[in-house]
């Protein structure tokens, strides 16, 4: 009994001291252009803000800022490197996917993509609809009908 609490212990120490902090790393670009992953807005859901930031941090988009209000989840990300347009076009769906599901009572879903702080696009969607795609009661056809893209690219 004594080991299995040491060894219980053990892990949660090991677990505080490699959970966060400083890496000193540096990020190019004006850090003042982006809020805090999770905004400090009123009305805002911290928790499920937070776990669609850490199911996209564990995707690879770490650099994202998430709100979510009763009205709507808002994600903001930095686009990784992508061997294709394909890619980026699965990076909306993930991201579209984990909001509905995170967040299914929200009204829509709008998402910001960038590259190196450079506006590119800008998705939205009905919450209902994703669910309705998720749960299979539409087609990949009628689903895209609904999704609505524009370019928000900066001249």
């Known amino acids: 009994m004594k080991k299995r609490t040491m060894a219980i212990i053990g892990v949660v120490v090991l ?4 959970s966060g902090g400083d890496d000193n790393s540096s990020t ?10 999770i905004s ?5 859901d911290a928790a499920a803000s937070m776990s669609i930031y850490e199911s ?17 989840v808002f994600v903001k990300y930095d686009q990784p490197s992508v061997k294709s347009d394909s890619d980026a076009l699965l990076t909306w769906f993930y991201i579209m996917g984990v909001a509905a599901e995170t967040a299914p009572g929200t009204d ?9 702080r450079e506006p590119l696009f800008e998705v939205n969607v009905l919450t209902e609809d994703v669910r309705d795609f ?5 087609t990949i056809d009628e689903f ?3 999704v609505h893209v524009k370019a928000i690219m900066q001249a």
């Open 40 to 44: 400090n807005a009123y009305n805002l």
């Open 56 to 72: 996209l941090a564990f995707q690879g988009i770490d650099d994202a800022t998430v709100e979510v209000t009763p009205e709507r």
């Open 134 to 138: 998720l749960e299979y009661r539409i």
């Open 15 to 18: 677990f505080l001291l490699f």
């Open 144 to 146: 895209r009908t609904k």
């Open 108 to 116: 829509e879903i709008t998402i910001q993509m960038y590259a190196g």
């Open 28 to 37: 190019n670009g004006n850090k003042d252009e982006w809020s805090p992953m």
